[in-house]
Structure formats: C-alpha cells, structure tokens
C-alpha cells in the first residue's frame, strides 16, 4: 500500500511540472518573436517595476520625477534614484553620484557612462528605452501608495511607464514623455508593440501596450483621476483607517 502511495505521488508531481511547462509555452501572453527569443525587455520591466516596488515601500511614492536645485534646475533622474533598488553593482555606483551636482556635470558624466543601466535602449547604447509619463495631472505625480484604501484608486488603473524606441534621452537625463504633450509627439511616439508598467488593483504589474494605437487613449490611461466615494463609502473607509488589520493592506 505504502508503495502505491509513493507512486501516485510522484505520478501527481510529474504531472504538474508537465501541465506547468504546457502553460508557460502555450498560455502566456503573445509577445513579439524577438521578444521571446532576446527575453530582454520583459526582464528589463520587471527589474524597474520591484525596484519602483521597494522604493514606495520606503517612501509611500514612486520617486520624483527628477530633482531639482535651489534655483529649480533639473539635476537627477527617478532612473538614478533607482539604482541603489536593482542591487550591485549598481549601489556601489549609485553612491558615487553627487546628486547635488547636474548629471551630466564632469563629475558625474563619467559614472553615468560607465553604468550599464537596467533600462539602457537597444537602440542606442545610452539612451533610456523606457520612459515614465509625468506631469502635474499623471498618475506618476500623483499616486501615493499608503496602508489603507485612500479614495477608491485601488480599483484604477494607471500607466506609469511605457517603452520608446530611439527615445534621444539619456538614461541618466532629467526628461521623461511629458503627459500634456503626448499628443503632439511625433519623434518619441511609443512603441506599439511594447509593454509597459501599470498601477492596477493596488500593486504595480507589466502589461501589453498593444491598444495604445492612440495616443489620446495613452494620455488617457495615464492621467490620474480620483474616484469620487459615495457618503457612505467615505464614512466606511474612514472609519477602516484605524482598524489595525488593515495595516497590511498594499494598496493606494
């Protein structure tokens, strides 16, 4: 009886790993063939989304979409406050950056070249393949990620991020896709056949880009619109923000 067992055991196990590999080969998403074949883009996104992950675990937001001086001016990238996020050796480098100093200064020029940065455009070697959308009105400006339900945005969906081929920007460059200008883009229009980065049921995901075959719908997708709580929702919400078990809750 006991050797039965062990073999409807191992029959159930072998059958799993056969039924797992059928779905990964048959079932996943139709990405483009010379995505499937590099693996590149999609390991890229999922590299940038964790280290977008931990940093609104830190700080309850994604990161700035650059920083700016006393007099305004533009100095770092979010991709550079990123990099301490993707482990070594991009730490090491991270901390050699004066962040108080422009990123194409003398002294950090020569540490954005020598960075072989997640995110780098296959199109060109120091270019930023992928680009966040920002703007007063996005949702890159404007989500805050917190413990408890905040207004009903868990249920939104929000594009943060999408890919540009021959985007002309540096990675280490201050300069994303502006979303009041997106549809007047004409020389960094998305690339279609793309996948981007979404705020989507609370927690970010990589999605196909596939319908943006417009770009209103783009801005669309990426402007932050708050949902509008009916009285007694508000009331209901309220009064979850002091139930400690919602404390663990990864939602907006």
Same mark, same amino acid.
């Given at each position: =009886?006991? @050797? ?28 483009? #063939? ?6 590149? /883009? ?7 989304? =964790? &280290? ?8 309850? #937001?994604?990161?700035? &979409?650059?920083?700016? *001086?006393?007099?305004? !001016? ?29 990123? +194409? ?8 070249? *020598?960075?072989?940065?997640?995110? %780098?455009?296959?199109? !060109? ?6 680009? &966040? ?16 339900? !905040?207004?009903?945005?868990? !249920? +939104? ?8 081929? +021959? ?8 300069? *994303?896709?502006?979303?009041?200008? @997106? $549809?007047?883009? %004409? ?12 705020? %989507? +049921? ?11 075959? *417009?770009?209103? $719908?783009?801005?669309?997708?990426? #402007?932050?619109?708050?949902? @509008?709580?009916?009285?007694? /929702? ?5 009064? $979850?923000?002091?139930?400690?078990? /919602? /404390? ?5």
């Amino acid at each position: =009886m006991k @050797i039965y067992s062990k073999g409807i055991a191992v029959f159930l196990i072998l059958l799993l790993i056969v039924l797992g590999a059928y779905y990964q080969f048959t079932k996943r998403p139709d990405y483009p #063939t010379k995505w499937r074949s590099e693996g590149t /883009q999609l390991g890229k996104l999922s590299q940038i989304s =964790m &280290a977008l992950d931990l940093y609104s675990q830190k700080y309850g #937001t994604l990161p700035p &979409a650059y920083t700016v *001086d006393k007099e305004g !001016n533009r100095l770092h990238s979010w991709r550079t406050l990123l990099l301490p996020y993707y482990g070594e050796p991009y730490k090491s480098l991270y901390e050699k950056i004066d962040l108080s100093k422009p990123w +194409n200064s003398p002294e950090n020029s020569k540490i954005s070249t *020598d960075i072989y940065y997640v995110g %780098k455009d296959r199109w !060109n070697p120091k270019g930023a393949s992928h680009l &966040a959308i920002v703007g007063p009105e996005s949702a890159w400006n404007n989500l805050k990620f917190k413990n408890t339900e !905040n207004g009903g945005e868990k !249920n +939104n969906s929000f594009l943060l991020i999408v890919e540009i081929e +021959n985007s002309e920007i540096h990675w280490s460059e201050p300069q *994303d896709l502006e979303l009041d200008q @997106i $549809e007047e883009s %004409k020389t960094r229009k998305p690339l279609i056949k793309g996948v981007g980065i979404k705020f %989507k +049921n609370g927690r970010l995901i990589i999605e196909e880009t596939y319908h943006f075959l *417009d770009l209103k $719908e783009l801005k669309k997708q990426a #402007t932050f619109k708050k949902t @509008i709580l009916k009285p007694s /929702q508000k009331n209901r919400l309220d009064r $979850e923000k002091n139930v400690p078990e /919602q /404390q663990n809750i990864e939602v907006l």
